[in-house]
């Protein structure tokens, strides 16, 4: 009787379960990857596409099919249930490209389904049609039961897997291939057969802006970020109009929501008005600022999304990741190849044609057909006879006579033969070696041919398919310098304690959960921490605000006497940047060392203060003023200059402090259309408090605006954006479309109102500045006609035209011509960096 295995047989056999661990896993992960989720780098396609594909163009006449009638047909090929291929026909109709389709079909952009498979309908596009199959250059496999062919690639002669994009999750690894303009896919291609260099960046349907600065050409550690456009309504409401890629409508209102309970923004309700276009109008609460809340739905909702695409495809059954560059070549390449080979198959086709057709002329031409009206023995004596008449002419032909040829000849039926009839055979003849001589033509200019291909694609398919989102930078949003102060900041002054949880103490300040607090204690210790519900800072706070990193104007004067001489020091200094919850000791460092005076100065003002010494010091004078004036800005380690050696009493302020700082320097990055302080674009002027900007836009409006920072602009707009000067005249040219003239006028602003654009050219249709200018005697150049009927004009306009009201029409300067050029004849004062412009 044979002896059974025992567990430990079955467990420790290389043919049993440790056996089948080792590999296992491996199978499922391969197949994974190789059969579910990753593109094949030949025809962009995942298998379940390609399936989904192939049995459309098995079903398709020309009429829509059925979707639950496609996925029945697709199950005959992907063995796996509905649901999976259903889904991915849907994904590949929503991207318009291969699939047409009919009835409801879902929207990428609010999240909607797609109606039940048994609703809608498809078919194949034109597109994938001309791109997608071809059965003489499919390469075919048995389907996975044996019973069906099925292809291992399709064909394709076009970057699908770019223009499509694709994403999927495998074993060990997953793949996110941003899709990218169907017109500039066709003009990269172009632009590499010719040997010229390209550039490739995502753009998708769901429109938007994104900035490509960091896409790293598709690879794995690349990364672009994507906004949605926010447009101003008004003062009160904000509409965004497109969702960035990947969000839906739902999932952004719901991110804005979140942020709103949050206390980073602050709306009054969001609206999604979508219907054909996206529209979600914010209504802010009042008193909050459009610009400041635009810049915080980007920092703190979905209308601002970062992608990492990692480009993973299948290249000779192994993943190997590439960049969008490599892919586009790797496809023209293989495109390239498909086309030769379709243009080989269809001379090989031309060469039989034109064989049989020239064996058909000979065969009647030279009666070699009466040899069936002869009496031979048998019918291969028949074939033998016929073949034997051929042999003459048998050199005007390419290959040689088969017998199928003759056999195929026999079964042409035979009737009276008129000259016509050859005439014909002829001009078909003519015409196959016409065909056969442009072939062998494209053959040798195989990439003159690939050119001509795309180009066609270009033109026949392009129409509609421009790029959607546009590519520009991103300015870096600080989300402290937009996030709206939501909590309150208290400090226990004699614990040492500041939060926001110390409702009981001394409130300090409103301010967000993202700022950070600086501190400073009587011990002369400084302390920059996260806004939190409670942090120690030390005994004795002194002073409390938010910090502002960078910040060289807010400036600290101080009074301490060191714990080891006793002697006084004074010191001022700025706090740019630190290390979070580290102790900073602004003093010399010794123990028992105290401040007796401290003060914080936005503008670098510098006071004079009374000094009081103690009753018991030797100094003749007891009581002198200090003026903080004297003391030179530094570091915050720096020790001070010396006060007094005697022991201080107390230290009075005498008077208040005048700013020592020079205005504020400010430039206009034109890029962004932000104004800043770090010397980016067109240099303002320096700027007080007070000072206002003068912005004019190439409607006629101008518009008076503070120096905020977080001030947004339209830069493409702005013709002019300087330091405004009431008392400086403005000289503006517009044309007056309904009596086709230029009008000239020369105003003064007096509106004083901030934030409010006001019209100064005449309103109508078609009405538009020309040209404007602050100079205080502008001369206007004027160019008329062209080539040698061109004239030149200038015109002193000062002496022309005197100062009206803003709102004046302005006189007539000359007639509207389509060869009209205006310009100015001197150049425009700038202001200099380092001086004050008035």
């Given amino acids: 009787m044979a002896k059974s295995k025992t567990s430990e047989d079955f467990l420790g056999n290389e043919s049993g379960l440790t056996g089948q661990y080792k590999t296992w896993f491996l199978d499922y992960a391969s197949y994974v990857i190789l059969e579910r989720a990753v593109p094949a780098v030949e025809d962009g396609l995942k298998p379940v596409q390609r399936r989904i594909l192939h049995a459309m163009k098995e079903m398709d006449d020309g009429r829509f099919n059925k979707v639950a009638n496609i996925i029945g047909q697709s199950m005959q090929y992907h063995p796996h249930g509905d649901a999976s291929i259903g889904e991915a026909l849907v994904n590949m109709g929503q991207k318009e490209l291969l699939v047409e389709t009919q009835g409801n079909w879902g929207d990428t952009r609010t999240g909607d389904e797609a109606a039940a498979a048994r609703y809608i309908e498809a078919r194949p596009s034109k597109f994938a049609l001309e791109v997608a199959f071809n059965p003489k250059t499919t390469e075919w496999q048995l389907s996975y039961d044996g019973r069906r062919n099925e292809p291992v690639t399709l064909p394709m002669k076009f970057p699908l897997l770019l223009a499509q994009g694709a994403e999927g999750i495998a074993v060990g690894l997953a793949t996110k291939i941003l899709p990218h303009n169907f017109c500039e896919l066709c003009e990269a291609a172009m632009k590499y057969l010719r040997g010229k260099k390209f550039e490739l960046y995502p753009d998708f349907l769901t429109g938007g802006m994104i900035d490509t600065t960091n896409y790293n050409d598709g690879k794995r550690g690349g990364k672009v970020r994507v906004r949605s456009?926010?447009?101003?309504?008004?003062?009160?409401?904000?509409?965004?109009?497109?969702?960035?890629?990947?969000?839906?409508?739902?999932?952004?209102?719901?991110?804005?929501?979140?942020?709103?309970?949050?206390?980073?923004?602050?709306?009054?309700?969001?609206?999604?008005?979508?219907?054909?276009?996206?529209?979600?109008?914010?209504?802010?609460?009042?008193?909050?600022?459009?610009?400041?809340?635009?810049?915080?739905?980007?920092?703190?909702?979905?209308?601002?999304?970062?992608?990492?695409?990692?480009?993973?495809?299948?290249?000779?059954?192994?993943?190997?990741?590439?960049?969008?560059?490599?892919?586009?070549?790797?496809?023209?390449?293989?495109?390239?190849?498909?086309?030769?080979?379709?243009?080989?198959?269809?001379?090989?086709?031309?060469?039989?044609?034109?064989?049989?057709?020239?064996?058909?002329?000979?065969?009647?031409?030279?009666?070699?057909?009466?040899?069936?009206?002869?009496?031979?023995?048998?019918?291969?004596?028949?074939?033998?006879?016929?073949?034997?008449?051929?042999?003459?002419?048998?050199?005007?032909?390419?290959?040689?006579?088969?017998?199928?040829?003759?056999?195929?000849?026999?079964?042409?039926?035979?009737?009276?033969?008129?000259?016509?009839?050859?005439?014909?055979?002829?001009?078909?003849?003519?015409?196959?070696?016409?065909?056969?001589k442009q072939v062998k033509h494209d053959l040798n200019n195989l990439v003159d041919y690939a050119v001509a291909y795309y180009e066609n694609l270009l033109k026949?398919?392009?129409?509609?398919?421009?790029?959607?989102?546009?590519?520009?930078?991103?300015?870096?949003?600080?989300?402290?310098?937009?996030?709206?102060?939501?909590?309150?900041?208290?400090?226990?002054?004699?614990?040492?304690?500041?939060?926001?949880?110390?409702?009981?103490?001394?409130?300090?300040?409103?301010?967000?959960?993202?700022?950070?607090?600086?501190?400073?204690?009587?011990?002369?210790?400084?302390?920059?921490?996260?806004?939190?519900?409670?942090?120690?800072?030390?005994?004795?706070?002194?002073?409390?605000?938010?910090?502002?990193?960078?910040?060289?104007?807010?400036?600290?004067?101080?009074?301490?006497?060191?714990?080891?001489?006793?002697?006084?020091?004074?010191?001022?200094?700025?706090?740019?940047?630190?290390?979070?919850?580290?102790?900073?000791?602004?003093?010399?460092?010794?123990?028992?060392?105290?401040?007796?005076?401290?003060?914080a100065n936005p503008n670098g003002e510098a006071e004079v203060v009374k000094i009081i010494l103690s009753p018991g010091s030797s100094a003749r004078i007891k009581e002198f003023d200090f003026a903080f004036e004297t003391q030179e800005i530094k570091g915050r380690a720096s020790m001070g200059n010396q006060v007094t050696k005697h022991a201080i009493r107390a230290v009075k302020l005498k008077e208040a402090g005048k700013p020592t700082l020079s205005g504020r320097k400010l430039w206009f990055d034109d890029q962004f259309g932000r104004l800043n302080t770090e010397e980016k674009g067109q240099f303002l002027g320096s700027f007080a408090g007070d000072d206002r900007l003068l912005v004019i836009y190439g409607d006629g409006n101008y518009e008076i605006v503070d120096t905020e920072l977080t001030q947004r602009f339209d830069a493409e707009k702005i013709i002019e954006i300087r330091k405004f000067d009431p008392e400086r005249i403005i000289t503006a040219i517009y044309l007056d479309n309904e009596k086709q003239q230029f009008n000239v006028k020369r105003f003064k602003i007096e509106t004083t109102t901030l934030r409010n654009k006001f019209l100064f050219i005449k309103e109508g249709e078609g009405n538009r500045l020309e040209a404007v200018t602050t100079h205080p005697e502008p001369v206007a150049v004027i160019k008329s006609g062209r080539g040698s009927a061109a004239k030149t004009q200038k015109v002193k306009i000062a002496a022309l035209v005197e100062v009206m009201g803003w709102k004046a029409v302005g006189s007539k300067l000359f007639d509207y011509g389509k060869t009209v050029e205006i310009s100015w004849g001197q150049k425009e004062e700038k202001p200099e960096q380092g001086e004050l412009f008035q």
């Fill in 460 to 599: 026949k398919y392009g129409k509609g398919r421009e790029r959607k989102t546009e590519i520009k930078l991103f300015e870096a949003i600080q989300a402290q310098q937009v996030a709206i102060a939501n909590v309150k900041l208290y400090a226990n002054r004699e614990e040492g304690f500041i939060g926001t949880g110390l409702k009981k103490d001394e409130f300090i300040v409103d301010c967000s959960d993202l700022d950070d607090i600086i501190a400073f204690t009587k011990s002369g210790k400084m302390k920059v921490v996260k806004v939190a519900e409670k942090a120690f800072i030390g005994k004795d706070i002194i002073y409390v605000a938010v910090f502002r990193k960078n910040d060289e104007r807010t400036t600290y004067n101080m009074i301490y006497a060191d714990g080891k001489t006793g002697v006084s020091y004074a010191k001022r200094f700025n706090v740019t940047g630190v290390t979070r919850e580290k102790e900073y000791d602004l003093t010399k460092g010794e123990e028992r060392s105290r401040v007796h005076y401290f003060s």
């Fill in 229 to 436: 456009r926010i447009e101003e309504a008004d003062k009160k409401t904000l509409l965004i109009r497109n969702v960035p890629y990947g969000v839906t409508t739902t999932a952004l209102i719901d991110s804005i929501i979140k942020a709103n309970d949050q206390g980073k923004i602050k709306i009054r309700k969001v609206t999604d008005n979508t219907a054909a276009e996206v529209e979600i109008q914010v209504d802010l609460a009042p008193g909050i600022s459009p610009d400041i809340t635009i810049d915080a739905l980007y920092a703190f909702t979905d209308c601002e999304v970062s992608i990492s695409p990692n480009a993973c495809v299948i290249t000779e059954q192994k993943p190997q990741f590439l960049g969008a560059r490599e892919l586009l070549t790797l496809s023209v390449d293989h495109t390239k190849n498909l086309l030769k080979s379709e243009l080989e198959i269809k001379l090989a086709d031309l060469q039989e044609k034109w064989h049989f057709t020239s064996l058909e002329k000979i065969f009647f031409e030279k009666k070699i057909y009466k040899e069936l009206e002869k009496k031979h023995a048998n019918w291969d004596k028949v074939l033998e006879a016929i073949a034997i008449a051929f042999e003459p002419y048998r050199k005007q032909l390419k290959r040689a006579i088969s017998r199928e040829d003759i056999i195929k000849l026999t079964e042409k039926p035979v009737r009276r033969i008129y000259r016509l009839d050859i005439d014909e055979l002829n001009d078909q003849i003519k015409a196959l070696e016409a065909e056969i």
